[in-house]
């Protein structure tokens, strides 16, 4: 099973859980997709790196913030088709984030923003509370290089198709 490796570290352990069994070699994929715009949230800089390295195998880029805070400004200066939301980051948490996101949208008609959480916490009380905050979908770690092809290619054909 290909696993990204737990990404869920706070910036003042600079060390993650990375343990990458993947072979990404074996992990391509024959789906051809079109630009999908995502933002990746994760406050852990090698964690950062680790998944834009998973993203460009799977054929995908994405800007990077490090809490909630910067979320909210990224969002306000570009149009993401996704965002990726670690839980727990500093400043603003992804639930926080993905509220104050849903809320706007709320107000101001905008089309919402898919957002998947992204986190150790695996229990499906966390799944809940993301789901309640407004996330559309849910991703543990460590991250099933599958399972997040999967995700970014269903996200593209909702773009796609609309």
Partial sequence: ??????????????????????????????FVHTPL??????????NQKVALRVL???????????????????????????????IQMPEMDGIEATQYIRNQELESQMSPI???????????????VCRKAGMNDYISKPIQIDKLRSVLQQYEALKNSQ
């Fill in 114 to 128: 898919a957002i998947v959480a992204i986190t150790a916490n695996a229990t499906h009380d966390d799944q809940y």
């Fill in 56 to 86: 460009k195998h799977l054929g995908y880029e994405a800007d990077v913030v490090g809490n909630g805070q910067e979320v909210i400004k990224a969002i306000a200066n570009k149009s993401y088709d996704l965002i990726l939301m670690d």
């Fill in 1 to 30: 099973m290909d696993t990204l490796g737990n990404l869920d570290q706070s910036t003042s352990n600079q060390t993650p859980d990375c343990n990458i069994s993947a072979d990404l070699s074996n992990s391509s994929s024959s």
């Fill in 37 to 46: 715009s995502i933002l990746l949230a994760e406050d852990n800089l090698v």
